[in-house]
């Protein structure tokens, strides 16, 4: 058994929150933990280009190709078996697990959600209609979540959150972007930082 918690990362889209993951090991402010497998739900996500490029296994689970959820869901946990990951991060990835899957690994399942939960969140609000969600609502501050998955859309536990302004004239592209620089990208390693850690003393690497 190593020292650091085994992370795989599941994307479906660009990775900017994958890259801040691989940043932040690479700076060392991840250092409880190692990002050892992406798992894309998209065979042509540019998130898998990072993980190429930072030298990270990757491994594609397409569900047009498999035929079902079921066996979308079987393959991802085939992937987590045979790498020994110790937690699953999801990070831009677009599909919603089901119950069976997310009670296999209670507290071991992190999402970031570009909203404060319990605003703008569960089955529906994804990506950009989030912001457009928020904006028109007219909420004055938004922000970003990073919380336990449960078998509830953005229902589990809350991680961390911060808070972000939302200015006149913001299109939800340029709300996208800044909530993404001045929170998601800091509380997802930050949170995943604290949880590895808190996996890697419970194990008793302390
Ligand atoms: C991020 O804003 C993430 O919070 C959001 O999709 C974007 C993915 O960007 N996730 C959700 O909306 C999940 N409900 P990325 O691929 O560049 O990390």
Not at 23 to 31: E, R, T
Not at 54 to 81: M, P
Not at 130 to 139: F, I, K, R, T
Request: hydrophobic share 45%; glycine share 8%; aromatic share 6%.
């Amino acid at each position: 058994m190593g020292n650091r918690a085994r992370i795989a990362v599941l994307v479906s889209g660009g990775g900017t929150n994958l890259q801040a993951l691989i940043d932040a090991q690479h700076s060392g402010i991840i250092n409880s933990g190692e990002i050892v497998l992406v798992i894309s739900s998209q065979p042509t996500a540019f998130a898998l280009e990072r993980a190429r490029k930072a030298g990270v296994d990757s491994a594609v689970a397409y569900k047009k190709e498999l035929g079902s959820h079921e066996a979308f869901e079987a393959k991802i946990r085939s992937l987590i078996d045979e790498y020994k990951i110790d937690l699953i991060v999801l990070a831009g990835f677009m599909s919603i697990l089901s119950e069976d899957f997310t009670k296999a690994y209670p507290k071991r399942i992190l999402n970031v959600h570009p909203s404060l939960i319990p605003s703008f969140c569960g089955a529906g609000f994804y990506g950009l209609r989030v912001h457009e969600a928020a904006l028109s609502y007219g909420v004055k501050v938004t922000g970003a979540t990073v919380h336990f998955v449960n078998e509830i859309p953005d229902g589990g536990e809350i991680v961390m959150q911060k808070a972000v302004e939302i200015k006149d004239g913001d299109t939800a592209e340029v709300l996208q972007k800044r909530v993404m620089e001045e929170a998601e990208w800091k509380i997802l390693p930050a949170a995943v930082e604290k949880i590895s850690k808190e996996i890697m003393d419970a194990k008793g690497n302390n």
